[in-house]
């Protein structure tokens, strides 16, 4: 995981204000999957354009946030409902 462990402790979701945690591959590899198929939306109602190099998931497993070159980007509209992936499934 890019993103500092020393940042990452006094992270937390904007909407929810859960703790964040690194997303398993496994977890980034779904939602990149996704993202190619065409079949997430964003909290904003964008859908993404290219696959995350990485994410930061919500301790509840709720939302997911994209992580750019190392910077999390913590903006409600950048977030996807992980409840999506398996709408999709």
């Known amino acids: 995981m890019a993103v500092d462990r020393k940042l990452l402790e006094i992270l937390c979701c ?6 964040l945690e ?3 591959r496994s977890l980034l590899h779904m939602i990149n999957l996704q993202i ?3 079949r997430l939306s964003t909290r904003g109602g964008e859908t993404p354009e290219a696959p995350w190099d990485d994410a930061l998931v919500t301790r509840d497993g709720r939302l997911a946030y994209p992580v750019r070159d190392g ?6 509209n ?6 999506q992936l398996d709408a999709n499934s």
């Open 71 to 76: 910077v999390p980007i913590l903006l409600e």
């Open 78 to 83: 950048e977030a996807i409902t992980l409840g």
């Open 22 to 24: 690194p997303a398993a």
């Open 36 to 38: 190619e198929q065409g």
């Open 14 to 19: 904007p909407v929810t204000h859960a703790e």
